[in-house]
């Protein structure tokens, strides 16, 4: 098992050489980038370049690449307007759909295998029209990930159009040839039903199509991206349930969220914390 971990611990912060070499300091073996202008500008072919070379540097694998997830105003500020490819309208979609295809073409100088990217936001509510921009969006995209060895993978949320249950009646019904998931397990543990349930119950209908894992933990009433262990998962049925996929060489990959405020850790003290939730993680795997 690898020791992945997503740069979506330090979005606020610039992507530098000294970032990733803690990264690596730290024990992690790859790294998923989350997409944002201030974090890494993924619209600039030098930048992409660089940190190609100081990955290889430190010895870290890029195995994805996390989708934008709001409209930058500039490279030190994001607007918080959303980016969607359920757009009903067909200039934003365009305007969305653009924006992703900036991030894949990423891969023309920084290679990587996987896109991930949500259906929509966060309280995106399901409608027919939705779902037909949907389609038509992925279907772009799709293409245009593909001539550059890229895999575009949607994720689970929290809100309607991306239940997994809505999800895999989307992938059978369009018949998207290359669409793919990648499982977020905290996302999962936040759906409404027994607690002891709600991993297994998001997993099985996306189990043939999940070629991702995100980990992360919550106390099952908000997004919190807590270190494994520190939340209310049962992590012992929750491995049970992921080891029932298909592929038994799932990335599985830590997606922490920052500590800030009175809390805040500094970079070795968050990257302490989430090696060790990792190696508790992975014994009880082992």
Not at 9 to 20: A, I, M, P, Q, Y
Not at 22 to 38: H, T
Not at 77 to 84: A, I, K, N, T, V
Not at 141 to 170: K, Q, W
Request: glycine fraction near 6%.
């Amino acid at each position: 098992m690898q020791r992945l971990l997503s740069t979506y611990l330090f979005v606020s912060r610039k992507l530098t050489r000294d970032l990733l070499n803690e990264i690596a300091n730290a024990g992690f073996q790859g790294v998923e980038i989350f997409c944002s202008r201030a974090h890494f500008n993924y619209t600039s072919k030098t930048e992409a370049q660089e940190v190609r070379q100081i990955l290889a540097d430190c010895r870290l694998a890029l195995t994805s690449l996390h989708a934008p997830t709001s409209r930058d105003l500039s490279a030190t500020r994001e607007s918080g307007q959303p980016l969607s490819i359920c757009e009903v309208e067909r200039v934003r979609r365009i305007e969305a759909m653009d924006e992703f295809k900036r991030a894949i073409d990423v891969a023309e100088d920084l290679p990587f295998p996987r896109m991930v990217l949500h259906m929509g936001g966060t309280r995106e509510t399901a409608d027919q029209r939705k779902r037909d921009a949907a389609f038509s969006s992925l279907e772009h995209l799709i293409l245009h990930a593909r001539h550059l060895g890229v895999t575009i993978c949607v994720e689970n949320t929290t809100s309607e159009m991306g239940d997994p249950a809505y999800l895999r009646a989307f992938v059978d019904e369009t018949r998207l040839t290359g669409l793919r998931s990648n499982f977020d397990i905290g996302h999962a543990h936040l759906a409404d039903g027994p607690v002891d349930e709600r991993v297994e119950k998001g997993f099985a209908p996306l189990r043939e199509l999940v070629v991702g894992v995100h980990l992360h933990d919550n106390r099952g009433e908000k997004d919190e991206h807590l270190p494994p262990y520190e939340g209310t998962i049962d992590w012992r049925a929750a491995i049970k349930t992921l080891k029932s996929a298909p592929d038994c060489n799932l990335p599985l990959l830590l997606e922490l969220k920052e500590k800030t405020g009175p809390d805040a850790l500094g970079t070795v003290e968050q990257l302490r914390r989430a090696r060790a939730s990792l190696d508790r993680f992975e014994e009880a795997w082992g």
